[in-house]
């Protein structure tokens, strides 16, 4: 059967599927009654849900967090939409869409990183396609980053965003590179390539977006150049020494992309290919965050409601 | 006769070429007898000069700026070099050649002017290109937009630097448009041509680069916007309306294009069109000044001296 | 009939008054019923509004936004007064006393209009003077500079308050002018006069107070210095020539009475008649959001609330 | 004799006056003769000072620092004037003018003082009158008061500077208060008054401004609340109480009046009154500043150098 | 009878306890009935109080703010625990436990105020001694000293707070003071027992901690210095005379302990005892705060929340 | 022979010694006579260098940068010491005693190696104990380690600077431990002792110190982390498998003790154990800044120079 989003339910509905839950707690009213009260969530948003009547035992078998399918009914209550829940059990995993709970790029995967493919393809210098080699040769860590988030929340942040975001920062680099003639090609693309790789040990994505403990502590501007250098090291044992100054003009990239120190960066671009690598970085996010900003505010008005991180509301209103 | 460059001057030549002279003073040494001391200058440098047994009248004579024709010898004194001058005499105009003395863009500027032509030309909103062509019929204007130099010192501070830098933004900006459908394109090739029109009575750049009085109390970037809208009133008067909504969108443009505050944008970026000109000017501008900052550090390590705009020394080594 | 203000009414009372209805929405309840809820405005405060077993063309008829003539009756829900609306039509425009919604200063516009003229009409410089004639000629200007708000929250946020605000920094220019002689007193007086001219194209204020899209877009600075310029224009246009350094050091103050980059000055003050103003810009702005702010805070105890933009509480009992 | 100041010397003249004595230091010529070298200054700058053929007991009569006597002779040295001195003692102390070595305020003291005297005159709060009253009484330190310097270099950095800076502030206030009558003007004027007292003790201007070791350590506005405690409890002893809420207010006015912590100041405004001081001082400050910088620019441009303090340089032609 | 915490109250228990009452008002339901709302809280946090069938002289004994000893019972209210008060009264002072209200230092207060003695017992030099007796002969002032909290919220905000940092701040410096022999740890020790003796002025801890409005206005920095100043007078009035030189260095290491402006401190520091201070200081309560905050946090990740002040959230998972 | 140190020359004095050659270059005078001018550097500061009638030959001869073995007279030219040098070889290694030319630290490298070794030798959790005990092993690391200055330029800037500031900051560690007993003790010993490790890669310092290549491009924090991995997978691949929790609570130490994002750091810290070693680093690396800055100004007032990275002048006058 079809998943019935979130954001599609309206009063006086009955609901038989499955919902991600979250923070589920029991309770007991003033009468001493036990009941549940959790989230019910989708990638389209979040309800309240409530079991009346229930039992500790009925407690102790929701999945936390996990999924369950329920049976209920959709009702309002103080003006809010709740769902009253008379069923509840563990999802069975194979009916399971986890596209329904995870955003997912609009984009197509596979045509993407193909092109990524063949526009690092055109990598002439040997050493640095040595690398990127080792890279593409690790399947395990390819099939992350196919599937991994940009990011939280700021932009592409939806399964395949990484992939995204790295592809489009490669069509940019193509596109601008025969402009810019001093600046060495290979070593911009191939820093876009691996500039975020270490988000695929940053960032989980099983149930719901979120960091891991090792993600907080280090970051994935270190665990990308650990990347690196284990990907060097290994060439190494086979025979295959990269110069340390291209081991560092390409780490260099990964360490200052942010640009800034105040955004995590512990270095500050020094050389033509990082700044045009953390120009680039910036341009796509920024161009990706105003442009879903701009899609996904509900009002009818010019402008969108204020945006922090920018600091300005943003008008949207086209030339025609 | 060909002129003879600052930087090429060897201790014990005889000069006899035209300099731009600098701040000339009238001095008296302890026994009382007067000299002059001035610089003498050209697009590569600046020395000491000195007329020993001047006069009043010799002083006088002495245009303040201006350029001379000079009789004298290159001398080491106190381990610098100085030319000993014998005879000064202002220069004869017709002999003056601009390019000796002001630095200039080393693309052609034709070349640039047709092609910045060309990518404008293909705006298809009618009231953008109206404008365009407001802009492009100003004779006067467009004349001074070729030669005027894109700043003072950061970057494209040469004659044509203007026009260099603008083309080099219309061209990247063609190369990524087709990457982010949702942008409007016209908006964003209109705001780059127009972005930095002010910069024209900004600077002057007759004799070296400096700002106007006006550039100094007003600023570019107020000044393109009353330029724009003198067209867009112009353009009224002929009976061609220009939508508020237009006009305002490729204003705000103007008015954010340095993105932040601090860097005096009286308007932070609040459209997509705004921040990807915004994105593409810093990053022209960088790559210009990055690229210009490597090629002229005179020392011959890995690193160039320390860039105190950018907060750290340049690495130059290349990967090849 | 007189209005009942929103901060007056008490739990029980019939309701038969003119309001500002906000963001009025059609709703149906869990058992398929419809209703509505909406904000109920006046220049006092707001309250939540409701029209139960409501229906869609009910819906249509209210204006959106605008003003409505109600019949109700307040009532506590969940300890929240709330009005429930029996009947709602847009209101008779001719009974809507705007007074009612929109605060107002409470200085008189009359005598205020009166001494700014004579206090502009001692500008002695020719030229000076005659950029203020015509924008005192431009009655339809003067007409909205006198009941323009002077901003959306800061202070002076009412009718008339950018009149109040320039009248009291003319009062206080007056006043400290002849302590400080080397001042340029006509350059001051005639840069406070126009400085916050373009908020009359930067906010709206028919119902209630808001940006333009202009306003947004382009902000009253740079919308005051066009105004300044195309008044000079209409000058020269009648032979009326102004000297560059005139418009330019007027304009300068416009465009720097921010006092610094963070606050919107795409200049920072460079004469001391720059400085002057914004300083009176400032303390006069200053003294009145302060002012306000003690006078407003419900609290009993002597000091108010924290206050945000002045990083502090503020002390408010008196020393008698 | 008339004094010869620093800045009216030729080169060839001979020199028999007194300066002040800064740096001596005693060292020998590659042939092992001893010489010392010194600066010899005034209140108009100063000079590089040579004794050639010295000896250890000539260095140890030199006053350190100190006046001297000198006979000499002006030369030009490498470029630079300098005085040969013949002969140097300690000056005759009763033929010291100090007005030659300090720069002092061009206003009139004893008019200021009967003016200062007149305004805090008009405090009527009988509390606040005690304390004014306590500090009037304080002869010793009322003449310190009458003659020290308003600050190190960026304002009133003059004899009497101290004086003239309070008394154009209580003129500025006395101007204005009637503007904002909801301010308790006896507070905003006995603040000024008192608010920078404490420069008595954080700076020395016996032979030239400089801070001392307990200014330097403590500052001037810890050393003025603590001057005005003192007050407070030599009146309590007599039996004069201050209320608590006066103390306090009028001490917060010192503690707050550099406006923000990067001042210096360990308090933000918090009353109507500190913001009026703080806004005062900061506006008669610059006020001073810029007209200085602005007339002391040696330049004949229409801008005077670049102002660090200020980030800009300063306009400089006058409308008329 | 033992106190019930509120963090300990379930749903449907009968209550009979004292509680601290905080905002209570009187209140009309829609049908005109009168109630009264109110917090009731201890030290383990707040609960939703109400009486229906309230009456104004009901509401008029209720001591405000104060302690109330009440008959009611606890119930669910839309999903909130909330107190249905029956009755109350003002509590008898002799019931009251004040540690059940205010939350009190874990460690003895006696033998840390012993250890504090017996440390700065060890300082030798003669003045400092004097000092340091004369703040522990005042009896009044160590006793609040004893139980003064360390601060309103961030760190060591409990009864006795200030004396729990001051004592680990001494261990603290004991430990390090013989590793860094150039320290003069007789100035150092004495700086930390004084350094924050003003809070005692300027918070109150009579039912919960607040400011006083002469700690807001004057600030516990510059109230510890004035207590310093009084000792050294009434010292000097023995005939005991301090030293300017100490008296100053031992001011400054209180003025400049925030270590920072923007932290409220009047100077930086600028002695190597001052330095030490404040990094004592800053780690002894950046550890109480983040071991509080780790304890505190009632998830059970192995992450806390977010914690603003730090930027960050804390890792709380341990190695073993 | 001793070497004579550059700060105890004396003019007139034979010079026949060995010293550091800096900038060495070839230039002609102005009567076309080719001289050599150079620097000479011993650790205590640098002279000009001058040898008349050089030779091409001469030149080429000199080490750039090296020793070189001189003999020449010093002598005062325009009022500085300079040498004359007649001769000039590259330096016979076996006579450089590189402590001449580099700062060594004046503690006992030996004893400081084996105290640190005794406080790491407690650590009891196994799993760190492998990690220490792995870098122990790595001789070379060690040697490095123990020569290796702590930073260019701030504090510990001398030959065993790296060493110094471990161990002291490992005694600072031991001695404060006990007063926080919730903080685990292991990992701040481990933390310290690896957090700079980096620096052994960063810095050379052969005949003066300066970064390398590498050091520059990707800093110290980075390196230690990467160390660091190192050695956890060479211990895994001998079958010690150190757990995530414990290499990502050790490696969050390193990355975030810089302790603010503009200090470098890519993370701030997030545990207790993390803040604790980052104050430690900040007050060792203080103190030992402080106490040097007063120990090496030349002045003999109570205050040091200003000094810029500190924002004050140092008072150095002691209590005693």
Not at 155 to 172: Q, Y
Not at 239 to 248: K, R, Y
Request: one cysteine or more; proline letters at 3%; hydrophobic letters at 40%.
């Amino acid at each position: 059967m079809e998943h019935k989003f979130i954001n599609q339910i309206n009063p006086g509905e009955t609901i038989e599927h499955i919902y991600l839950v979250k923070d589920p707690i029991l309770r007991s009213t003033s009468r001493g009654d036990l009941y549940i009260a959790m989230f019910l969530c989708d990638k389209t948003g979040q309800l309240n849900g409530r079991i009346w009547q229930a039992s500790e035992s009925m407690y102790n078998e929701i999945p936390k967090p996990g999924f369950v399918q329920i049976k209920g009914r959709s009702e309002i209550y103080q003006n809010n939409l709740q769902i009253v829940v008379n069923n509840i059990t563990a999802a069975d995993s194979k009916k399971i869409n986890i596209e329904d709970f995870l955003a997912h790029t609009d984009k197509n995967v596979d045509t993407m990183w193909q092109e990524i493919k063949r526009i690092i393809g055109g990598i002439k210098n040997k050493q640095l396609k040595a690398i990127i080699d080792a890279f593409l040769a690790d399947e395990k860590l390819m099939k992350r980053f196919c599937v991994c988030p940009g990011g939280m929340s700021m932009h592409h942040d939806c399964i395949g965003g990484l992939l995204e975001h790295t592809w489009n920062m490669l069509r940019v680099a193509s596109a601008i590179l025969p402009l810019y003639p001093d600046v060495q090609g290979d070593l911009v693309l191939a820093g876009i390539f691996i500039h975020d790789m270490g988000k695929t040990e940053e960032l989980t994505y099983d149930t719901a977006f979120s960091y891991t403990d090792s993600g907080q502590l280090i970051g994935h501007i270190t665990k990308t150049i650990m990347m690196l250098h284990k990907k060097a090291e290994a060439l190494a044992a086979k025979g295959v020494t990269i110069d340390e100054n291209i081991l560092d003009s390409l780490g260099h990239i990964i360490l200052s992309h942010h640009g800034k120190y105040e955004f995590g960066s512990p270095k500050l671009p020094a050389t033509a290919e990082a700044f045009m690598v953390c120009y680039i970085d910036d341009l796509d996010a920024k161009m990706n965050q105003v442009t879903r900003l701009i899609e996904e505010d509900r009002g009818d008005s010019n402008w969108t409601c204020w945006q922090k991180p920018l600091e300005t509301k943003l008008y949207r209103k086209r030339i025609e």
